[in-house]
T-cell receptor, first 114, second 113 residues
Framework: EPEVTQTPSHQVTQMGQEVILRCVPI?????FYWYRQILGQKVEFLVS????????KSEIFDDQFSVERPDGSNFTLKIRSTKLEDSAMYFC????????????FGPGTRLTVT | GENVEQHPSTLSVQEGDSAVIKCTYS??????FPWYKQELGKRPQLIID?????GEKKDQRIAVTLNKTAKHFSLHITETQPEDSAVYFC????????????FGQGTELSVKP
């Protein structure tokens, strides 16, 4: 069964550094999402992406964040200058255009900012 | 915008008992309601969902019920097993906002053997 994949599984970075989190959505999916989950809290929406542009973004997704689909398979989240409060688990999700409601999540990248 | 409230935050049951988790939502336009199970350190996994044209859906030991009038939906797990122990999240999407999922706060279910 196809799955969303994410790399790396764990990223440690220093405050102020740039990080890029990578995702490979399920191949026939056209809707892509990033979510964030701070330890012990609920999953929070960051951004949705469709047809090579952002569909919606949350207030968390400020100018320090950007997303890109650099080729036909990868979907990336970049944080330009990380802050301590960016430490969280970041999940990528994708959904199928014929069933756009069902979102499938990747295994997540644990980002630790020191 | 959509607001999803989930109760209880923790639930402890004996193996074999039933567990019920409830969610309410605010946007009457919502018409799809998924439930995710998240084991410690793992991804949220879609376990069951319901669309607004039905009131109940079952899949083996799990079921979801929906009351659109009251704007609430519930997850029912029967004959609970220790491997059901996890955090369960309900969610509702906002289609006019890119399909983003608004999650409930989560319920930590503990099934004691």
């Amino acid at each position: 069964e196809p799955e969303v994949t994410q790399t790396p599984s764990h990223q440690v970075t220093q405050m102020g550094q740039e990080v890029i989190l990578r995702c490979v959505p399920i191949s026939n999916h056209l809707y892509f999402y990033w979510y964030r989950q701070i330890l012990g809290q609920k999953v929070e929406f960051l951004v949705s992406f469709y047809n090579n542009e952002i569909s919606e973004k949350s207030e968390i997704f400020d100018d320090q964040f950007s997303v890109e689909r650099p080729d036909g398979s990868n979907f990336t989240l970049k944080i330009r200058s990380t802050k301590l409060e960016d430490s969280a688990m970041y999940f990528c999700a994708s959904s199928d255009p014929s069933s756009s409601y069902e979102q499938y999540f990747g295994p997540g990248t644990r980002l630790t900012v020191t | 915008g959509e607001n999803v409230e989930q109760h209880p935050s923790t639930l402890s049951v004996q193996e074999g008992d039933s567990a019920v988790i409830k969610c309410t939502y605010s946007d009457s336009a919502s018409n799809y309601f998924p439930w995710y199970k998240q084991e410690l350190g793992k991804r949220p996994q879609l376990i069951i969902d319901i669309r607004s044209n039905v009131g109940e859906k079952k899949d083996q030991r799990i079921a979801v019920t929906l009351n659109k009038t009251a704007k609430h939906f519930s997850l029912h797990i029967t004959e609970t097993q220790p491997e059901d122990s996890a955090v369960y999240f309900c969610a509702a999407p906002l289609y006019n906002q890119g399909g983003k999922l608004i999650f409930g706060q989560g319920t930590e279910l503990s099934v004691k053997p």
